[in-house]
T-cell receptor
Framework: GAGVSQSPSNKVTEKGKDVELRCDPISGHTALYWYRQSLGQGLEFLIYFQGNSAPDKSGLPSDRFSAERTGGSVSTLTIQRTQQEDSAVYLC???????????????FGPGTRLTVL | GNSVTQMEGPVTLSEEAFLTINCTYTATGYPSLFWYVQYPGEGLQLLLKATKADDKGSNKGFEATYRKETTSFHLEKGSVQVSDSAVYFCALSDRGGGFKTIFGAGTRLFVKA
């Protein structure tokens, strides 16, 4: 497909379980972001991958959260030992860095709605 | 570091009213500026952008002008419609910040018929 895809679209899990959320960015996009959006709230930045650079993990709320990006494409966000406060919509976005530009449009996926019971 | 500040909502307007949502920024370099919109039940999407000072971004009747002297990028629309009800996010991205996009907190707009 032409857009950013995320899976699953919905995930219900029990407190204490681990979950993995997947993001397929637009082909060729060098930058990939993960955000969290709680009901009625703004975007909370989690992690940012740009090309082969070390990821910016400054937004990860705790060491239960981790993410990787394999081969510069697909990314997986892992939440270990989930807590009820982790319930939110997790959004992925990708963009293409253009040499000489100062920033490019982000294209968002539909999100994964995580519910921790 | 880079930051974006936008007016708190919610903003409630009647149809055909004039809309302004204020956005100011702090950046180390010369950022690109964006407005994203999130309609109810939908994903975030770009509304408009401007990449250099004095540029005006426009789309769907919305406009925003990149004002370097006041470090602002206010969103305006002359006559809002019920269908404009959404959450609006101001954002910036620049080389000095490693191209990481910084979002404002979002402003929820309600338009009444």
């Amino acid at each position: 497909g032409a857009g950013v895809s995320q899976s699953p679209s919905n995930k219900v899990t029990e407190k204490g379980k681990d979950v993995e959320l997947r993001c397929d960015p637009i082909s060729g996009h060098t930058a990939l972001y993960w955000y969290r959006q709680s009901l009625g709230q703004g975007l909370e930045f989690l992690i940012y991958f740009q090309g082969n650079s070390a990821p910016d993990k400054s937004g990860l709320p705790s060491d239960r959260f981790s993410a990787e990006r394999t081969g510069g494409s697909v990314s997986t966000l892992t939440i270990q030992r989930t807590q009820q406060e982790d319930s939110a919509v997790y959004l992925c976005a990708s963009s293409s860095w253009t040499s000489g530009s100062s920033g490019d449009t982000q294209y968002f996926g539909p999100g994964t709605r995580l519910t921790v019971l | 570091g880079n930051s974006v500040t936008q007016m708190e909502g919610p903003v409630t307007l009647s149809e055909e009213a004039f809309l302004t949502i204020n956005c100011t920024y702090t950046a180390t370099g010369y950022p690109s500026l964006f407005w994203y919109v999130q309609y109810p039940g939908e994903g975030l999407q770009l509304l408009l952008k401007a990449t250099k000072a004095d540029d005006k971004g426009s789309n769907k009747g919305f406009e925003a002008t990149y004002r370097k002297e006041t470090t602002s990028f206010h969103l305006e629309k002359g006559s809002v419609q019920v269908s404009d009800s959404a959450v609006y996010f101001c954002a910036l991205s620049d080389r000095g910040g490693g191209f990481k996009t910084i979002f404002g907190a979002g402003t929820r707009l309600f338009v009444k018929a």
